[in-house]
T-cell receptor, first 114, second 115 residues
Framework: AQTVTQSQPEMSVQEAETVTLSCTYDTSESDYYLFWYKQPPSRQMILVIRQEAYKQQNATENRFSVNFQKAAKSFSLKISDSQLGDAAMYFCAYRSFRDDKIIFGKGTRLHILP | GAVVSQHPSWVICKSGTSVKIECRSLDFQATTMFWYRQFPKQSLMLMATSNEGSKATYEQGVEKDKFLINHASLTLSTLTVTSAHPEDSSFYIC???????????FGPGTRLLVL
C-alpha cells in the first residue's frame, strides 16, 4: 500500500523568506501523480502544484516549486517570497494512475511571521 | 478552474437522525466523485469512491450501511449519514473528477455536529 509521510507537523517562516516543506512517499508503482494541496482556515482544499512521476523536470507554479527525487521517493515543496496569505495547512498527496485514489500525508501547518 | 459545491455547509442534528449531504459539480460532468472525512487537525481520509450510475466502492473500515452514497447523475452525489451519533461529527469533503486521471476538484466541505 502507498503511504505519504510529512515529518514536519509545523513550520514557521519570516515573511518574504523561503521555506521548504518535506514529503516522502512509498510506492511500488512506477506511474503516479504527486500533489501539494493547501488548506487555509476556510478548509477549502486548493491545489498548489502537481507533478507527474514520468516527468523529470520539477513542476513550478509562480512562487511554488518542487524538488522531485523519484529514486529517493521525495517530493518537497519550496515557497519563495513567503506571503501572509500562504499561512495554511499543506498536504502532500499521492495519486495512483491505476485507480485515481488520493492518499494524503498528515500535513504541515505553515505559519508566516510578519 | 472547475467548481464543486456542497450543501449544506454545516449541519447540526440530534443523535439517531439521518443527514444528507449533497456534492455538485457546477460546470463539468463528474463521472467519479470521492468522499472524504477530516477530523480536527488531521488529514483527509478517503471514505468511498462513487462512479455515476454504479454502486460506491467503500474503503476498508467504512460502514456502507452507515454512510450511504448515491451518484445518480453526472453532477450530483449524495452522502447520507444514517442514524447519526456524536462520533460521526466531523468535516466531510467531496471531490469530483471528469474522468480517469483527470484533476479532482474539491468541494468546500460540510461540517456535521451530532448532539
Amino acid at each position: 500500500a502507498q503511504t505519504v509521510t510529512q515529518s514536519q507537523p509545523e513550520m514557521s517562516v519570516q515573511e518574504a523568506e523561503t521555506v521548504t516543506l518535506s514529503c516522502t512517499y512509498d510506492t511500488s508503482e512506477s506511474d503516479y501523480y504527486l500533489f501539494w494541496y493547501k488548506q487555509p482556515p476556510s478548509r477549502q482544499m486548493i491545489l498548489v502544484i502537481r507533478q507527474e512521476a514520468y516527468k523529470q523536470q520539477n513542476a513550478t507554479e509562480n512562487r511554488f516549486s518542487v524538488n522531485f527525487q523519484k529514486a529517493a521517493k521525495s517530493f518537497s515543496l519550496k515557497i519563495s517570497d513567503s506571503q501572509l496569505g500562504d499561512a495554511a495547512m499543506y498536504f502532500c498527496a499521492y495519486r495512483s494512475f491505476r485507480d485515481d485514489k488520493i492518499i494524503f500525508g498528515k500535513g504541515t501547518r505553515l505559519h508566516i511571521l510578519p | 478552474g472547475a467548481v464543486v459545491s456542497q450543501h449544506p455547509s454545516w449541519v447540526i442534528c440530534k443523535s439517531g437522525t439521518s443527514v444528507k449531504i449533497e456534492c455538485r459539480s457546477l460546470d463539468f460532468q463528474a463521472t467519479t466523485m470521492f468522499w472524504y472525512r477530516q477530523f480536527p487537525k488531521q488529514s483527509l481520509m478517503l471514505m468511498a469512491t462513487s462512479n455515476e450510475g454504479s454502486k460506491a466502492t467503500y474503503e476498508q473500515g467504512v460502514e456502507k450501511d452507515k454512510f450511504l452514497i448515491n451518484h445518480a447523475s453526472l453532477t450530483l452525489s449524495t452522502l447520507t449519514v444514517t442514524s447519526a451519533h456524536p462520533e460521526d461529527s466531523s468535516f466531510y469533503i467531496c471531490s469530483a473528477s471528469s474522468g480517469h486521471q483527470e484533476t479532482q476538484y474539491f468541494g468546500p466541505g460540510t461540517r456535521l455536529l451530532v448532539l
